[in-house]
């Protein structure tokens, strides 16, 4: 009962706010238009992001501008679950603002490496993060180069990761985004425990670790099949936490000698005979179709828990990558099929 006293405002906020997402039908009629405008004006009668673009000057209706106000969108949809929170929801959900956090870090590294024009355009960023992070978008867009962006981290819990990739011999971005990845899963999952207790606990224990688990599986295959990375090198990239995946089939995942025989374990695990890995989905594939899987049954047995607010972000995040996915797709004059299996189907 206490649960569903401290859980009942935010469950009828995100119900109406779910009504609002974008269903099928949307995506089908967005996946048949050919040019980024006539998606603008389609989304301009949406209730998700009409509040957002109507105001929004002709002139500023291009693709770098929509995905901007698909993020304000975003941060707008945490803010109101948040106000809803009680002290220990609010707790959970600094969980997602370390998410928005590395974001923003892994978006300031790509404008310094790419040497991109001051300033970075970070402007409709700044209120979120003034209110709810650490990170100050001031100090951020004054960095020239990575090593300036590491020093400007200086107050952060990102500062000392980071750190140590600045003092190693000519670190890439690929290096940084890494380290940033592995520390924030990692913190992620030591923390939870200090945060949740009792089912919450185990439902997050779930919903992280079934996630590190497919992450895990993606690096390992990309390691082999795009960089033929030795198995000491792969071990340096993924992080060392054990969830479904037994600690034999991990270790006999990374020594695998070829793509093949990596496939070939994958084969016996558990999310392969759990989830039918046929050799018709990919990783990223399989990645998305059991966290949907997981994070709906979640919901659906437990409506009055962290599960809620899981789902919801979970829907408004693929979202925006689906939309962001079709804008670029139209850009490329897809086709309609094209774009529709580009983008995949929505999450209920």
């Not at 992001?49 to 106000?69: M, T």
């Not at 979970?314 to 094209?338: H, M, P, V, W």
């Amino acid at each position: 009962m206490d649960k569903v006293m401290s859980y009942s405002g935010i469950v009828a906020k995100l119900k109406a706010m779910q009504a609002k997402l974008l269903t099928d039908e949307d995506f089908e009629t967005i996946a048949g238009m050919h040019t980024v405008p006539e998606v603008i004006e389609y989304l301009k009668e949406t209730p998700s992001y009409e509040p957002y673009i109507g105001p929004l000057d002709a002139s500023l209706h291009h693709r770098r501008h929509i995905e901007k106000v698909l993020i304000q969108s975003l941060y707008d949809d945490y803010t109101k679950v948040f106000r809803f929170a009680g002290i220990e929801q609010k707790k959970f959900m600094k969980f997602y603002i370390k998410r928005y956090e590395v974001d923003l870090v892994n978006y300031c590294l790509r404008i310094v490496f790419n040497h991109y024009d001051w300033p970075f355009d970070l402007d409709y960023k700044r209120d979120f993060f003034d209110r709810y992070s650490q990170l100050k978008i001031d100090k951020l867009i004054t960095s020239n180069s990575p090593e300036e962006l590491v020093e400007n981290l200086k107050d952060t819990e990102y500062y000392e990761p980071l750190s140590r990739i600045k003092n190693t011999e000519n670190p890439t971005l690929f290096d940084y985004d890494l380290a940033l990845d592995l520390y924030s899963f990692s913190s992620i999952w030591k923390s939870r425990k200090r945060t949740l207790a009792g089912k919450e606990l185990e439902l997050f224990t779930k919903d992280v670790g079934t996630a590190i688990d497919l992450m895990n599986l993606q690096w390992i295959y990309r390691a082999k099949k795009y960089y033929n990375m030795l198995p000491p090198d792969i071990y340096a990239i993924v992080l060392p936490i054990h969830y479904r995946l037994k600690i034999e089939n991990f270790k006999a995942l990374v020594e695998a000698p070829s793509v093949t025989e990596f496939l070939n374990v994958l084969s016996g695990t558990y999310y392969a005979k759990r989830y039918n890995l046929d050799g018709t989905k990919t990783l990223e594939q399989l990645y998305k179709e059991c966290m949907i899987k997981l994070y709906m049954s979640d919901r659906r047995n437990n409506p009055y828990s962290v599960a809620s607010i899981n789902t919801y972000f979970f829907q408004k995040e693929n979202e925006i990558d689906k939309l962001t996915a079709a804008l670029e797709c139209i850009r490329y004059d897809l086709s309609k099929g094209e774009t529709l299996n580009y983008i995949g189907g929505v999450i209920h």
